[in-house]
């Protein structure tokens, strides 16, 4: 699995731990929501950033009020056909107001990305031989989009009125 | 009609060339029938029994005569000839090769048409009814609703993968053509007490093998909400719609689950957060859409019927087209004509390349270069002076485009069935033809007066079976075609789904056994009745009577 985040291929500086390994007392640490849960006071004052992992069975209402105190949300796609984080990411963006990283990972598709981007993630973990030239592909397939969706790009229908008034 | 401007052009553009370079992957073997699948069924295309299969989105049935050039052409060029207008109000064709996607695709942008999620798990064309903007009950024409809604469904990128596929469909006027209360959202317009007009909203309608009718999830909303509250809907649907089980994941189970009102809690809480929003369409860009769909010029006219008299008398043949065809028109000196694709004999929606091209130029020449296509499979012409009526007829009529059936038994909607599809079960060609063959005589047709016979050769309901007035369904026996019958079933305004009559049966039983409904219904009618009004009045058991002799044992298995 690489890497990108920003749009750009990065190392991971998250250790990704299970519900039944312990905690290290420190280094960046991603956890499921349950060890959030358990165990956030713990959490919260250790040094290193933290990040949360949730499935796509758990709705991020239940960590609404705590995105101040995470760095990191990651949202998992079982398959590419489960299509709930994109709803998750961007109540996670737009609603709870979250602005740290939030990653897709799982089964995450080159040519989902560009949706991917548009709710609000900003790094995911690919499998690909050459990640980079993937993401960029992928990035540049559209210009024009009909929605806005939380991200700085304009819809076509703003972008109509601009015109428009500059006429 | 809508036409596209530099955004529109340029995403479908872009759209192409994604297309092209994913098909050349797959063609280089560099990605795999998995991985490619979920990309060409949201671009329209799937892999049928003998070849690919494409299908093209007509919006909301609006097509223009130069698009119908351009799919003649791809007929001719990159299919066997013909096309399938379907009940989505689309157009498929069932010959394509694969390496000629991304070229076809290129010859549909250069005409503004696309087939971008005419497939997969997302939002599909968005229909309505055939006669928007011209029916004389309309309230207001539904389209600028429809090309917004369009837009905002397009490339969404919260919900492109939804649990299952969704279908909205929008009328403007009391009287339903548009089969809205079996879809996943229909959009219904009233006036409220005010008499502002807005949007009745029903939810969680559609067929397939759990047939339902919608429910009004919301009885009026100001048409500037309606985007806000589409997205609600989906995105109570894209969180809580079931995953586990592709029978189980359509809207209409998590409505049923749930229970309309809880249902609706969900969806006004989600509705209360992001309805002042930018997806509160602006005045300004409602009326920039809308401007596409203003009448044309219509030539100073008045109504002529009367004159028509002495022809009606002469030409039978022109008086029956007139009757069962041509439709009252808003506007005085115009009447709105449809073109039956429904000769008897003929396979229900299907057109040649040659008559493609002959009607698009009668679009051009009778009606403003502009045409619809109707969820029951037909065309439709909205703006032809009546002072030509009688020449537009004499030309379809040299088309076999002619047949006066409109409504009637032979007006039959058909899936492609088992002579192309992976999913049928059974083939519904053979039987639409065998039944509009058996109603050729038009005297005879207008005799049994508005019946809706609809055929699908699986449960997956393409062929709308569960409203049609009779529907058949074909099913697999041990290996064998049986076709099982329902009565009472409706798609207007008072939607109701049909009632199983008995045990299949083989197809060769299936034209006598719709002859001794028809006769019952006839026998049994009282002044003015339709089949339907017959059959909600005496009820199911004189037709399986009928059809199954005093052995009602019969009729009790189950096929």
């Known amino acids: 699995m690489r890497l990108i985040k920003d749009r750009r291929i990065t190392t991971n500086p998250f250790h990704r731990i299970s519900a039944d390994d312990p905690i290290p007392a420190d280094g960046a640490l991603l956890v499921p929501l349950i060890v959030w849960q358990d165990h956030w006071e713990r959490l919260v004052t250790r040094p290193d950033p933290i990040g949360v992992l949730l499935t796509s069975h758990e709705h991020p209402e239940v960590i609404g009020d705590d995105v101040d105190q995470l760095d990191l949300i990651a949202l998992e796609f079982p398959t590419f056909r489960d299509g709930r984080a994109y709803s998750y990411a961007r109540l996670i963006r737009e609603r709870y107001g979250f602005a740290g990283e939030l990653r897709a990972v799982g089964d995450v598709l080159l040519e989902q990305l560009h949706y991917m981007e548009r709710v609000g993630f900003n790094s995911f973990e690919i499998d690909s031989e050459d990640p980079m030239i993937d993401f960029e592909t992928a990035a540049k397939d559209f210009s024009v989009w009909y929605q806005a969706s939380g991200d700085d790009r304009s819809a076509a229908a703003s972008l109509r009125q601009a015109i428009k008034r500059d006429d | ?559």
């Open chain 2, 1 to 559: 009609m809508y036409r596209y401007d530099e955004f529109d052009q340029t995403l479908v553009n872009e759209r192409v060339t994604q297309f092209r370079r994913q098909v050349a992957r797959r063609l280089d073997g560099e990605m795999s029938e998995d991985q490619f699948k979920p990309l060409r069924l949201m671009n329209g295309l799937y892999l049928q029994l003998h070849a690919y299969m494409l299908r093209i989105n007509v919006p909301y049935g609006c097509l223009s005569a130069t698009q119908l050039r351009r799919l003649a052409h791809i007929a001719r060029r990159y299919d066997k000839g013909f096309g399938h207008f379907t009940t989505r109000q689309n157009l498929q064709f069932n010959w394509i090769s694969l390496i000629d996607t991304p070229d076809i695709m290129a010859e549909l942008a250069e005409v503004e048409m696309n087939t971008m999620q005419s497939s997969g798990n997302c939002v599909r064309n968005i229909t309505a009814d055939h006669y928007a903007g011209r029916a004389k009950d309309e309230i207001e024409d539904p389209r600028v609703w429809c090309e917004l809604l369009r837009q905002y469904s397009i490339l969404n990128p919260e919900f492109s993968y939804l649990p299952r596929k969704f279908k909205l469909a929008l009328t403007g006027a009391p009287n339903d053509r548009a089969a809205v209360a079996v879809h996943d959202i229909g959009l219904r317009m009233h006036h409220d007490e005010r008499g502002q007009p807005g949007f009745e909203v029903i939810v969680g309608g559609g067929q397939g093998r759990t047939p339902v009718i919608g429910k009004t999830i919301r009885p009026w909303i100001e048409p500037q909400h309606v985007i806000s509250y589409v997205e609600a809907i989906l995105r109570v649907y894209n969180l809580y719609g079931r995953r586990d089980n592709i029978f189980k994941a359509r809207i209409k189970i998590l409505v049923n689950a749930l229970g309309i009102e809880q249902f609706r809690e969900l969806v006004d809480t989600e509705w209360e957060q992001i309805r002042n929003t930018d997806l509160r369409i602006p005045n300004a860009e409602r009326d920039r859409i809308n401007a596409y769909f203003a009448l044309p010029e219509y030539a100073t006219a008045e109504d002529i019927a009367t004159e028509f008299s002495a022809l009606r008398a002469a030409e039978p043949a022109f008086d029956a087209w007139l009757r069962s065809n041509v439709i009252e028109h808003k506007v005085a000196g115009y009447a709105i004509v449809n073109i039956s694709l429904k000769a008897p004999g003929r396979i229900p929606g299907d057109l040649s390349a040659d008559k493609m091209d002959r009607v698009a130029d009668l679009a051009d020449q009778f009606s403003f270069g502009e045409l619809r296509v109707s969820h029951r499979q037909n065309l439709t012409f909205v703006d032809v002076r009546q002072a030509d009526l009688h020449t537009l007829w004499q030309q379809l009529e040299s088309l076999e485009l002619a047949t006066p059936n409109i409504g009637l038994a032979s007006d039959i909607i058909a899936c492609p069935g088992l002579d192309y599809c992976a999913l049928a079960n059974a083939r519904s060609i053979p039987i639409a033809q065998d039944i509009g063959l058996h109603f050729a005589d038009s005297e005879k047709l207008q005799q049994v007066g508005n019946l809706t016979i609809n055929i699908s050769g699986c449960m997956n309901a393409c062929g709308h079976h569960h409203v049609g007035n009779i529907g058949i369904l074909g099913v697999d026996k041990r290996g064998k075609e049986f076709f099982q019958l329902t009565l009472g079933g409706s798609s207007d305004e008072n939607a109701s789904l049909g009632d199983r009559l008995g045990r299949g049966l083989p197809q060769a039983e299936v034209p006598a056994a719709i002859e001794l409904i028809v006769d019952t219904y006839l026998a049994a009618r009282r002044d003015g009745e339709t089949f339907l009004q017959t059959y909600r009045r005496i009820g199911i058991n004189p037709f399986r009577d009928a059809v199954y002799g005093a052995d009602n044992n019969k009729s009790r298995q189950v096929a």
